[in-house]
């Protein structure tokens, strides 16, 4: 797999801790060179916008949640009946408590990588939490893309290009959890669905009240 290891990106240093360096193994081992890319934007994305907003974040766990955030994307970590962001969150949890972190750190962690696709909740919560939901939302959807000099664009995308992104990210989505698609009802990925499904069913909430077991 082709892919870039700078020491820094637009001013922003990328973690090399012993934490770090294994986490990325693990993206490298089980995802795929596209993933690896967004993943990394991601992270500078978000720190970028720590900068921007003056926010106190750790370094290290921003980089662990971007790393692991769509890990539940593979083979290797998607289950059969839990939501992407959930098995990302899950394993993530798993590769910090084998390192001996505190429930505190597990409980951040699991929250950035489980909201990050939960605009409206995700920036409420602690710092790295909300930097992850903006680093991501920059990459996919170009939220605040003018905050960004067209220096620091070119150096990013020099070191982690985008290898036609807007038409590869939706059939990533969706071939991570294209196997249960009941797990997106009440959120984004059920767009997915609808974009890749020909005349897919959503489940509808107001059809669950009405159709609820309670006789009124």
């Not at 020099?158 to 698609?181: A, L, M, N, V």
């Given at each position: 797999?082709?892919?870039?290891?700078?020491?820094?990106?637009?001013?922003?240093?990328?973690?090399?801790?012993?934490?770090?360096?294994?986490?990325?193994?693990?993206?490298?081992?089980?995802?795929?060179?596209?993933?690896?890319?967004?993943?990394?934007?991601?992270?500078?994305?978000?720190?970028?916008?720590?900068?921007?907003?003056?926010?106190?974040?750790?370094?290290?766990?921003?980089?662990?949640?971007?790393?692991?955030?769509?890990?539940?994307?593979?083979?290797?970590?998607?289950?059969?009946?839990?939501?992407?962001?959930?098995?990302?969150?899950?394993?993530?949890?798993?590769?910090?408590?084998?390192?001996?972190?505190?429930?505190?750190?597990?409980?951040?962690?699991?929250?950035?990588?489980?909201?990050?696709?939960?605009p409206g909740?995700?920036?409420?919560?602690?710092?790295?939490?909300?930097?992850?939901?903006?680093?991501?939302?920059?990459?996919?959807?170009?939220?605040?893309?003018?905050?960004?000099?067209?220096?620091?664009?070119?150096?990013?995308?020099?070191?982690?290009?985008?290898?036609?992104?807007?038409?590869?990210?939706?059939?990533?989505?969706?071939?991570?959890?294209?196997?249960?698609?009941?797990?997106?009802?009440?959120?984004?990925?059920?767009?997915?669905?609808?974009?890749?499904?020909?005349?897919?069913?959503?489940?509808?909430?107001?059809?669950a009240i009405l159709q609820?077991?309670?006789?009124?």
């Open positions: 797999m082709p892919i870039n290891k700078p020491q820094s990106v637009a001013g922003i240093v990328i973690p090399d801790s012993t934490i770090a360096k294994q986490a990325t193994a693990l993206l490298l081992e089980h995802g795929t060179e596209f993933l690896y890319n967004h993943s990394l934007r991601t992270f500078i994305f978000a720190s970028l916008g720590g900068m921007q907003k003056k926010v106190k974040y750790d370094p290290e766990l921003l980089y662990v949640s971007a790393v692991f955030h769509d890990l539940g994307l593979t083979p290797h970590y998607s289950s059969q009946d839990l939501r992407f962001e959930v098995d990302g969150a899950n394993a993530a949890r798993d590769f910090l408590k084998s390192h001996g972190l505190s429930q505190q750190v597990l409980q951040l962690v699991w929250d950035a990588i489980a909201l990050h696709t939960s909740i995700a920036e409420h919560k602690e710092s790295e939490v909300a930097l992850l939901n903006y680093g991501v939302a920059l990459d996919v959807v170009g939220r605040d893309y003018s905050t960004l000099t067209e220096k620091e664009r070119e150096d990013i995308l020099q070191q982690f290009p985008r290898s036609d992104f807007k038409k590869t990210i939706i059939p990533t989505f969706f071939d991570g959890f294209k196997h249960k698609t009941h797990t997106t009802f009440g959120n984004m990925n059920a767009d997915i669905c609808a974009y890749m499904i020909p005349n897919f069913h959503r489940l509808n909430f107001c059809d609820s077991p309670w006789s009124e």
